[in-house]
């Protein structure tokens, strides 16, 4: 169920929020290998009204199954707003939609949410990757890490003059 404000309780005093909402329902539309939102995103928010807008305030908390991009483990982050605040207009271009005399904060949430995303999770900032694996295949002495026959990139490029 999305999140949503009725404007005729505001009339009197201040509405505090707090609750779950479902992932499908904040339709985040991330299709990342790396992070994923499987549990429900949990709010505490407290909703006032200013003028012809309204002012929200509260907490934000959404955990995510992440892989780490340097060594592939599986990692659980908590994506927290904390403090979180939102000034959402009632009047002008940029209006809210009033449906029912509600709100729905729900797409102030989901934009929100989504550029807190973490980019490249990792399971510590120290994370050294993959381990390399032993081929079996050991190097010559006397070749001293070149190989023979076959020229590199470099080698070619050190050839230009300029």
Not at 57 to 69: D, F, K, M, N
Not at 103 to 112: A, F, M, Q
Not at 131 to 150: D, F, I, L, R, V
């Amino acid at each position: 169920m999305a999140v949503t404000i009725n404007l005729r309780h505001l009339e009197t005093h201040n509405v505090e929020l707090v609750g779950e909402i479902a992932v499908a329902e904040l339709d985040l539309g991330v299709h990342d290998e790396t992070v994923q939102a499987r549990d429900p995103l949990g709010y505490e928010l407290e909703v006032e009204r200013v003028e012809e807008s309204l002012l929200v305030r509260g907490r934000l908390s959404l955990p995510l199954h992440c892989e780490c991009v340097r060594c592939l483990k599986p990692v659980k982050l908590e994506l927290t707003l904390d403090p979180w605040t939102c000034f959402v207009p009632l009047e002008g271009e940029e209006a809210a939609p009033i449906i029912n005399d509600c709100v729905d904060l729900t797409p102030y949430i989901r934009e929100d949410i989504l550029l807190e995303f973490p980019q490249h999770p990792l399971c510590n900032p120290e994370c050294s990757g993959l381990q390399e694996k032993p081929t079996g295949k050991k190097k010559k002495a006397g070749s001293a890490g070149k190989n023979e026959g076959a020229s590199s990139a470099w080698s070619e490029l050190n050839k230009l003059k300029f």
